[in-house]
């Protein structure tokens, strides 16, 4: 689950727990907003208690009545399911209460316990860090896999470097990851076209750049994977289109790449 950084109160800081990161919405409740993929998985914090966010395959909408206050822990893909001790695809474009997951009483007591402290995404951390003593690191394969794919590597050239076959590399994707390793790639991609567009890089370059043939392949991605065109998602979350952003994006069907 990906949250855009933006000026409404969303704010976010490097987590002592290796890939993760902090963030936390203290702003008021807004229209509802979408959130894209991004191979992650959280344990969030809200008024209402602990949930995960399972990877996403598309567009989460963020409505305003499950906003409010939050804080949460955003995991690298591929390290949380070791430590939640359930496969990523059992999760998959799902949001779950924690107690589905763990012990009840044992929810009931840490939730407490972060609601009453005073920076609850530290107090996550420390949760992560804890129960990461007990289960151990993640299966440091998927973790080259998943560092593989991030650079723009092609599913092929990974499954190579890391030993696996095809059918084997799509097995143990699921299972970190929640979905094969051509989504991942093309999860991690879109993500990379987003931040250099937002650094200012006009669309066709962005496109380019992170990996795709052209700006109509990045804008097929974009209405596949967020619903909406490139200039949409960017207006609905309060980054203004480069300048120089090219022509306007063509729209298109959803792309296997």
Known sequence: ???VDTPHGYAERASRFDGAVLWTWNGPDEPSRPVLPDGCMDLIWTRRGLL???PDTH???VAGEQRGRCAA???APGTAPSLLGVPADELRDRRVGLAALWPGAEVRRLTERITEDPDPAAALERLALRRAADTGPPDPLTVHVAAQLRRGRS???TARSAGLGARQLHRRSLAAFG???KTLARVLRLQRALALVRAGTPYAEAALTAGCTDQAHLAREVRALAGTTLGGYLA???YAAPANSDTPQPSGSSTTA
């Open 73 to 75: 822990i955003r995991f």
């Open 179 to 181: 979905y094969g390793p």
């Open 59 to 61: 567009a989460f909408e």
């Open 155 to 157: 599913v092929a050239a």
């Open 1 to 3: 689950m990906s949250v």
């Open 52 to 54: 995960v966010a399972g």
């Open 236 to 238: 609905r979350t309060g």
